[in-house]
């Protein structure tokens, strides 16, 4: 998690457990048993009972005593063919994200049965591991399991009507397509395109206060990356122009043409501005099916094109960047910011993949960092000022590792920032709310119901983490500070378990100081909830921190009305989060907005209703299930399956819930 030290370092962490404790044995569950994420797409999860000894600590016991990849701890490129041949029991391996495991030792100590994990034996099983439980941290459980990189074979499309030409050269590790050599730009080189090896199994932290791209997870460039200067080339008409550039993808002799210059619209102010633009299409098809390309590569994210391009415009005070997307509606939340010295990514959100702009700016730039985006939403500006008001940028400036990519979400490497906890307020007697100041050069709006995770260390764990939903300040809209609408600012509420992992170390957190918190987790798909006129919210405990950002968003629309129903189970009134806020909400927005409160072990002077979550407590005022109708589960897993088997019972199918 780095030195301790309040900062703005951004790292990253694999080698992390989370924070619940599994039966009473004081060790980490995966993930937590008071996690939301137990009931993930409203689908329930099977356990089986283990043999005793086979717990997550004696897992934790062997795996952290021993080697148990069985090829004595050097790692393996395995092709797709060796890997087939280990999907037996007593010699079962699997593929997740690009790396391969030997899960036979695991297998007695899998939550869910030897049966279960033998169904990825032999294969890739990222897709049923994502399915199932996308947020188990399997780096941390499986390090001393790790056989090596599953090698990749990229096998180009048919291109009918064209000769057969050699294959390209091989490269391991980052490939960038350089640069026709003719064309010549006004910016710094690209990064070098040399091999990247990464033989340890630690991530790549960055020391000295740069943004922290793993090299665990380098990226196969497709795609152009003209440091901000897209170039339109046209592709090869001719077989003989595709053989003469079969060592560098990109043809030759390009024509580069001059691309609009920026909307007048944009730029308000009446100083000099100057740019550079040019547009870049990348070249046409493939080769025969034959060609393949066989890449040995370090865990490769999925790459796609498409019509995403950069482009840059100064006047004597300010630097705009412009992200042109042809994608409608992007706002804020689909923007997370970072700069640190002269270095600068951005990060913009488009659904499941991720498009980046970073750069060593040409200058410095001050921590002020305003974002806009056009009356469509397709077009994003982000305005930097000069710290040397009046002194002319010959370029935008140098491209790093991510310039220009777009990548899949589920690949990207969940970074951390250091931030500085601004304040606490005890919310119930084992629930704090913090607030969170990110780094001065960051910027992140997340999403409702969206979390991100928090990271500490841990005596006797090493580095946990533990995901959180930020919660709005406050649930009165007149409330909310200007450092959430500025993106600077996040609120966190952490019930304390005395005896947790990670939330005694949150729990002793003051005023001051570090607390390293990630990206906000992109994967996360929840329901269209616009879409539907009635929604209800069946949460326990913490599990009630979605709501409050859900709910207000809800209710803030004027576009479409929606009837709100909150279930909220606790098991004493001094459990209950928020409950003044909650009847001034409810008080408000009268005519939309019903919360239940009910208490399993409740004192002589209550007068609500009891009980735990059974079909008789909520049937009376949960809505009709219908195709506009959505209920949201949160809870303790033990809740959600009992909330679940409720809905179904009353005719709810599985596209009408949801489980956190």
């Known amino acids: 998690m780095g030195c301790g030290r309040v900062g703005c370092a951004i790292t990253t962490v694999t080698n992390t457990t989370n924070d619940e404790m599994s039966g009473n044995l004081g060790v980490p569950a995966f993930p937590a048993l008071a996690s939301p994420q137990r009931a993930g797409g409203g689908k329930s999860r099977n356990k089986v009972a283990l043999k005793p000894g086979r717990s997550l600590m004696d897992w934790i016991r062997l795996s952290k005593s021993k080697d148990l990849s069985g090829t004595g701890g050097r790692l393996q490129n395995v092709t797709p063919e060796e890997l087939a041949k280990h999907d037996k029991e007593g010699d079962v391996w699997t593929a997740i994200r690009g790396k391969v495991y030997n899960v036979t030792a695991y297998a007695e100590y899998h939550p869910g049965g030897a049966d279960e994990l033998m169904r990825a034996a032999g294969k890739d099983g990222t897709d049923l591991f994502n399915e199932v439980h996308r947020w188990v941290n399997y780096e941390s459980m499986l390090e001393s399991c790790l056989v090596g990189r599953l090698r990749t074979t990229l096998q180009a499309a048919t291109n009918a009507g064209t000769p057969k030409r050699k294959p390209p050269k091989v490269q391991t590790g980052f490939l960038k397509p ?98 550079e633009s040019v547009t870049v299409s990348p070249p046409e098809a493939a080769p025969n099916e034959e060609d393949a390309m066989d890449i040995s590569v370090n865990a490769v ?32 939340e689909n923007v997370i910011l970072d700069k640190i010295g002269r270095e600068f990514q951005l990060c913009l959100i488009l659904g499941e993949q991720q498009y980046s702009v970073h750069v060593e700016l040409e200058g410095e730039v001050t921590d002020k960092i305003n974002v806009s985006f056009g009356a469509s939403g397709s077009k994003l500006d982000v305005k930097l000022t000069k710290v040397d008001a009046g002194r002319k940028w010959a370029g935008l400036g140098s491209p790093l590792d991510m310039d220009g990519r777009l990548v899949s979400a589920g690949d990207c490497v969940r970074k951390y920032r250091a931030c500085l906890v601004e304040s606490r307020t005890e919310v119930t007697h084992d629930t704090v709310l913090f607030c969170v100041r990110l780094p001065p050069g960051s910027r992140m709006w997340v999403p409702a119901g969206h979390h991100v995770y928090v990271c500490g260390e841990v005596s006797g764990f090493g580095q946990v983490e533990r995901p959180y939903t930020p919660v709005p300040s406050s649930l009165s809209p007149a409330q909310v500070g200007p450092g959430e609408e500025q993106g600077v600012v996040l609120y966190l509420m952490i019930k304390v378990y005395t005896q947790g992992a990670l939330t005694p170390v949150l729990g002793a957190l003051q005023p001051g100081d570090r607390l390293d918190v990630s990206d906000y987790d992109t994967t996360l798909a929840l329901p269209p909830l616009v879409n539907f006129t009635s929604i209800a919210f069946l949460v326990a405990g913490t599990g009630f921190t979605p709501v409050p950002g859900l709910v207000t968003w809800l209710l803030s629309r004027d576009d479409r009305k929606v009837d709100i129903t909150v279930f909220f189970f606790n098991k004493q009134e001094r459990d209950v989060l928020w409950r003044e806020q909650l009847e001034e909400l409810e008080q408000r927005h009268a005519e939309r907005l019903k919360v239940i409160h009910v208490l399993s072990d409740p004192g002589r002077e209550w007068t609500g209703r009891t009980g735990r979550i059974r079909r008789e407590v909520v049937e009376n005022d949960l809505p009709a299930p219908g195709p506009v109708t959505m209920a949201m589960v949160c809870g303790p897993i033990q809740f959600n399956q009992a909330a679940v088997k409720v809905l179904q019972e009353m005719g709810y199918q599985d596209s009408m819930y949801y489980g956190f």
């Open 301 to 332: 994210p999925t790459v796609t094109r498409e019509a995403l391009r950069y482009d840059w415009f100064q006047s004597d005070k300010h630097v705009t960047i412009v992200v042109y997307t042809k994608r409608k509606g992007l706002t804020r």
């Open 178 to 275: 350089p640069l026709p050599s003719t064309l010549k730009l006004p910016q710094a080189p690209l990064p070098s395109t040399s091999s990247v090896e990464n033989t340890g199994r630690k991530p790549s932290t960055s020391s000295e206060g740069k943004l922290g791209n793993s090299s665990e997870r380098p990226v196969t460039m497709i795609q152009d990356n003209t440091g901000g200067i897209p170039v339109t080339i046209a592709a090869p008409e001719t077989a003989q122009d595709e053989c003469d550039t079969v060592d560098n993808p990109w043809p030759i002799n390009p024509k580069p043409s001059k691309a609009p210059f920026p909307d007048a619209a944009s730029v308000q102010e009446k100083d000099s501005i100057s740019h």
